[in-house]
């Protein structure tokens, strides 16, 4: 008998219009080892006092702020990021429904709850997830990894303003105001005094519309070239009002910033890295530092640096606040090092394994020779103060002066100098200066640098080198890139820092399920 003629093909029943005499408990719809129960189970465990202080008594009921929490933190580790598709999650995801329990906060309550309730409390939060964690022995707090990556702002790219360019207005302003001053002293010397206006430091914009009044009134009634006339309108009408506009520019930018964006005045155009054009364009961004340890992020700030330099003393100062004790050690690139961050982080007692400007290079020979006779070459006899040429003959000190770098840190250089390089057989190579050779150098930074270099090289400071490259870069490449995390959703730094910790957050609870 054929087979294939006899059998029938059989469908299972379909009840999509059947009423049920129990509803069904979502609960049992949840596998048990689903990262929404970790969620649940780890938030339910910290204290949120702090968040409930931010309601105030009074009005209609809110929603509780450890369910919006946790709805927040889950939404981040399934890439949701926008407070319209979290609400439209909890209306119709089964495990965002068992986490909310069944209630439907709007687009407007989670973004509130995320752009206000959470600025003051979620770092105590956050702190008291990695306690948990360190208790569970799934990191140490004490073995950081930092690095930091550019995350672009929620702001347009196109709409800027330049700390470079206010200062050249002002100088065009300033110059062309000279020009009309000395225009009415040839014209009418007797009716104006000897005081320059140019010759202020700065000109504010009730100096200047005195200026432009003065020199308007010793002009009246005399006959002014066509040309100055249209310029004094000009400029009375113009520059005051120019003035105090850079006036609020300048206090905006503060003075550690060059520019930022008029969508979202705490954001700095940066340049990033994954640029689709490839071509380094600089974009309003923020520079986010992590500590990690194991891959679990350890603790997270939010910079407008757009270098890493000047952000690891407020970062690891951070860290120290936020858990009440310094790191034993720290792990970083080059991009940290410094003189200063070498420095404070030796008066922490905290042990540096940060490798400075050129490490890598010098460590290839061929690059190393290419330059014999480069001040680190040079040898430095302590005993005497002085520097020994190429040749072994001494080079005296000649002095010292203070020059403060672009993070404010003041650096003491010492100069030294060689004596008869006229006739030394190294003169034009080793020495390529008129006269004797002399060179400036800061003694603190080539001592810490020595230092830095001993643990690099050291069993330890090798084993480091290599933990920083898959402890903390794979995180942000998680976050990234696994996750589609390029661009912040609000705007502010106090708000982006919201959005950093959540993300911090979710990383951490999502690896923990994992």
């Not at 090289?457 to 390029?486: A, M, W």
Request: with cysteine.
């Amino acid at each position: 008998m054929a087979r294939g003629k006899t059998l029938q093909v059989v469908f299972k029943q379909n009840f999509q219009n059947q009423g049920m005499l129990l509803p069904p408990d979502l609960n049992d719809l949840i596998a048990q080892n689903h990262p929404v129960r970790v969620v649940h189970a780890v938030l339910e465990k910290v204290d949120i006092s702090l968040l409930v202080q931010q309601y105030k008594p009074g009005g209609t009921s809110s929603y509780h702020p450890r369910m919006l929490l946790k709805v927040l933190v889950f939404a981040y580790i399934n890439n949701i990021y926008s407070s319209r598709k979290i609400e439209e999650a909890v209306s119709q995801n089964i495990n965002f429904m068992w986490l909310a329990g069944m209630s439907k906060p709007d687009h407007n309550t989670i973004n509130r709850f995320r752009g206000q309730r959470l600025q003051k409390s979620l770092q105590p939060i956050f702190t008291q997830v990695v306690l948990l964690l360190c208790e569970e022995g799934l990191l140490s707090i004490k073995d950081l990894y930092t690095d930091g990556t550019k995350i672009e702002a929620n702001a347009n790219r196109y709409t800027f303003v330049w700390g470079n360019s206010i200062k050249t207005n002002r100088e065009k302003m300033k110059q062309q105001l000279g020009e009309l001053w000395q225009y009415a002293q040839s014209v009418a010397a007797s009716e104006l005094d000897d005081t320059d206006p140019t010759g202020f430091d700065k000109i504010d914009s009730e100096k200047m519309t005195q200026t432009i009044d003065t020199i308007n009134a010793a002009l009246k009634d005399k006959e002014v070239d066509k040309g100055i006339k249209q310029k004094l309108n000009y400029a009375k009408k113009h520059w005051p009002a120019a003035l105090d506009k850079y006036d609020k520019q300048e206090k905006v930018l503060g003075e550690n910033r060059s520019s930022y964006s008029k969508t979202d005045t705490d954001a700095t155009f940066m340049r990033m890295k994954e640029d689709h054009m490839r071509n380094g364009q600089l974009k309003p961004a923020y520079n986010v530092q992590i500590s990690t340890n194991s891959q679990y992020i350890a603790s997270y700030s939010v910079h407008q640096n757009t270098t890493d330099t000047n952000t690891l003393i407020d970062h690891v100062s951070r860290h120290i606040k936020q858990f009440g004790q310094k790191p034993n050690n720290i792990t970083a690139d080059a991009g940290y090092g410094s003189e200063q961050n070498y420095q404070w982080l030796e008066k922490k007692r905290i042990t540096a394994y940060i490798k400075y400007n050129q490490f890598d290079r010098m460590q290839n020979e061929k690059i190393r020779n290419k330059k014999p006779f480069a001040v680190d070459r040079l040898e430095y006899d302590a005993e005497n103060n002085q520097y020994l040429c190429p040749i072994g003959e001494p080079m005296k000190h000649k002095g010292w002066k203070i020059e403060e770098t672009k993070g404010g840190y003041p650096q003491i250089i010492d100069s030294f100098q060689a004596r008869k390089c006229k006739g030394c057989f190294l003169n034009g190579v080793c020495n390529t200066q008129k006269g004797d050779r002399v060179i400036e150098v800061s003694l603190n930074n080539v001592r810490l640098k020595q230092g830095a270099e001993k643990r690099l090289k050291s069993t330890r400071g090798l084993q480091k080198r290599k933990q920083r490259c898959f402890d903390t870069e794979p995180v942000f490449g998680n976050i990234k890139h696994n996750h589609q995390f390029k661009r912040f959703m609000l705007r502010g730094i106090e708000k982006v820092t919201v959005e950093t910790g959540l993300l911090a957050l979710a990383h951490n609870l999502r690896k923990k399920a994992a």
